[in-house]
């Protein structure tokens, strides 16, 4: 029986939660946000009735265990349209949008979008794609009188006229915002929106549970390099090609230097499309030192990133489960969130920009990182127990603000980031 069957059986309706979102769908960063959010749920509000609307609804199911619905009418939404048939069914799964997302909507007290930069347009996106699904949630919530909650989300500066109109405006008719840093809801004001009584928490996969032993403290010793398919902003579509030869060219450099260290090194990914990148660098450098992980889970992720001396990283996510897992990490940053994210965590100095990778600069970076690696692992020790406590606010409040009148105590509000789980 489940905790909705216990609750209809004690003659108490369950509280129907819907998550929303790009979950399911190759990226694990926003894989490990909902994962957080269930884990909150399942501790806190164990009597909940969740379910998706998403991405890769045969995936969430599989892995998580919780009913999910195709985020889009249109199967081909996120491929170019070049043929009549495609754009008209693009235009048509638009209009069909409208009312499955308000069908779905409807049918929840609370919908969660989990963490992910959702606010935000670092990587190439179109207005009429996933910032026109979140307008359609959040303005369905309104309409609906269901409760719409950001939750953890980023967001950024947006140059594109019709994406900043459509973000703008789905972020004002949420009932309840909450950011990843400071950056992410100055954005969202300087965008137009009142965020007075918004609050900033640490990334939500932070909730997830810290790998157990962690790797070796000395060097030399294995680096985990992650890599991503990496062609600039959106701003930056008119130059992504060279932008995206600059950061292979210069990451392969480094990788190279590296293995003439003897040093054997992990390739990392955190979307289904960075294998490309992967296999242009085993291809380049041809070494038996030079391996890929095939991590599938941001905890995989933690696990590969806890055996490590060190961690050079260009997804964000890459990076939060380093330093989750305590290991002295240097960011290939390409967007203001990876700066904030390091300066929180104390390795502020230790940015490289992904757009102009210098590989000899950042073995200099690598060295001057790895000496410090002892004082380094303190850092990130001293700052992930902050990082809970200040979960733990965010999960309290979180309760508060779409549960008010759900039964709860505080161990159960307290104590989620120690027993966040997957569903069988």
Wanted: glycine fraction near 10%.
């Amino acid at each position: 029986m489940t905790s909705a069957d216990t609750a209809g059986a004690a003659g108490t309706a369950p509280v129907r939660v819907g998550v929303f979102g790009l979950l399911g769908s190759g990226n694990l960063g926003n894989d490990g946000s909902l994962e957080a959010v269930l884990g909150y749920l399942r501790t806190a509000h164990p009597d909940a009735a969740v379910d998706a609307l998403c991405g890769g609804p045969e995936v969430v199911t599989a892995r998580y265990g919780i009913p999910a619905t195709r985020l889009h009418w249109y199967r081909g939404e996120y491929r170019t349209a070049s043929r009549a048939g495609a754009v008209a069914g693009k235009a048509l799964g638009k209009l069909v949008d409208v009312f499955r997302t308000a069908a779905w909507v409807r049918r929840h007290d609370v919908v969660i979008v989990p963490g992910m930069g959702v606010l935000e347009a670092t990587l190439p996106l179109r207005p009429w794609g996933f910032p026109y699904s979140l307008f359609l949630l959040c303005a369905s919530g309104r309409l609906l009188g269901t409760r719409v909650a950001l939750v953890g989300v980023g967001a950024a500066p947006i140059r594109d006229r019709a994406t900043r109109a459509l973000v703008r405006r789905a972020a004002r008719l949420a009932a309840y915002r909450s950011y990843r840093d400071d950056r992410s809801r100055d954005a969202l004001r300087e965008m137009g929106v009142d965020t007075a009584h918004d609050r900033v928490h640490p990334d939500l996969a932070f909730a997830l549970p810290a790998p157990g032993a962690s790797g070796p403290q000395g060097s030399p010793g294995p680096v985990c390099v992650g890599v991503m398919d990496f062609h600039g902003s959106n701003d930056d579509r008119a130059r992504a090609g060279e932008i995206h030869r600059r950061y292979l060219d210069g990451t392969t450099r480094f990788v190279r230097a590296l293995v003439e260290d003897g040093r054997p090194v992990r390739l990392l990914t955190g979307d289904a499309c960075d294998a490309t990148v992967v296999a242009a660098i085993l291809d380049a450098v041809d070494s038996p030192l030079v391996t890929a992980a095939g991590a599938d889970s941001l905890a995989g992720l933690m696990e590969e990133t806890a055996a490590a001396s060190a961690v050079v990283a260009t997804r964000y996510h890459n990076l939060v489960c380093a330093l989750k897992a305590g290991t002295p990490t240097l960011a290939l940053s390409y967007a203001a969130k990876s700066d904030a994210l390091m300066a929180r965590m104390g390795l502020g100095a230790y940015c490289h920009p992904a757009r102009e990778v210098d590989a000899g600069r950042l073995l200099e970076q690598f060295r001057d990182l790895e000496k410090r690696s002892a004082e380094l692992r303190l850092t990130l020790a001293e700052r992930n127990a902050d990082v809970t406590r200040q979960l733990d606010d965010q999960f309290a409040q979180l309760t508060a603000a779409l549960f008010p009148k759900t039964d709860r105590t505080d161990a159960h509000t307290h104590a989620h980031t120690h027993a966040v789980r997957k569903a069988p």
